[in-house]
Every structure is written in C-alpha cells, then in structure tokens.
Nanobody, 126 residues
Framework: QVQLVESGGGLVQAGGSLRLTCVAS????????MGWFRQAPGKEREFVAA????????DYADSVKGRFTISRHNAKDTAYLQMNSLKPEDTAVYYC???????????????????WGQGTQVTVSS
C-alpha cells in the first residue's frame, strides 16, 4: 500500500513563491513516475506537472511552464513542486499522485495514477 502526504501550501500574494512537498511511503517508490495535479472550486482536476521514475524527464502544463519546477529525491521518496511567479488563477487544491506502472515516464492523464495524497490548499491573492 502506498501513501502520499502533501505539504507546503498556504496563502501568498501574486508574484510570490511556494514549494510543495509530497512524501511517499511504500515499496519501490523510485520505480514510478509521479505528478502534480490541481483542482479549483467548480472545476475538474487538471494536470500541472509530472516527472519520470528517475527524475530525468519532466512535463508541464502550458499554464505553468517557465514558472513551476517539478523534481524528486528518490532516496527520500519525495517529490517537490517549486512554484514561482504565482498568479491568482493558480489558486487550487494541489494533489500529488504516483503512477501505476513501474519505470514509468511523466503522464498528463489522471487515470494513469493509482494513488493520491489528500491535497494541500494554495491560495494566491491579487
């Protein structure tokens, strides 16, 4: 069984930065791709960023490219999302997910992830 715990959310002014952390527990976490998704009130969950099992390949939604950076530290079974130049439209609950398949790359499809954290709220004020 895999458990994911996100942290690092909060309230920040537009233009500010936050760093989200996702700590995973379970076996062979370092064999699986991981991703960050977000869900704003009244909207569907959307892809933000993803990273492959080794950390050597990443993918970003166009809306965050150049502002957000995903990374992972496999020895700590941890993934990060560094968010810079935050905008009010980045306000959402951010979720960390881990992909079902081993040796997996980054994926934009939520259906490819079989474990999720509880989410962390990010609020960006204008």
């Amino acid at each position: 069984q895999v458990q994911l715990v996100e942290s690092g959310g909060g309230l920040v002014q537009a233009g500010g930065s936050l760093r989200l952390t996702c700590v995973a527990s379970g076996r062979f976490i370092d064999r699986h791709g991981m991703g960050w998704f977000r869900q704003a009130p009244g909207k569907e969950r959307e892809f933000v960023a993803a990273i492959n099992w080794s950390g050597g390949s990443t993918d970003y939604a166009d809306s965050v490219k150049g502002r957000f950076t995903i990374s992972r530290h496999n020895a700590k079974d941890t993934a990060y999302l560094q968010m810079n130049s935050l905008k009010p439209e980045d306000t959402a609950v951010y979720y960390c997910g881990i992909r079902k398949s081993e040796w997996s790359g980054p994926s934009r499809s939520a259906g490819e992830y079989n474990y999720w954290g509880q989410g962390t709220q990010v609020t960006v004020s204008s």
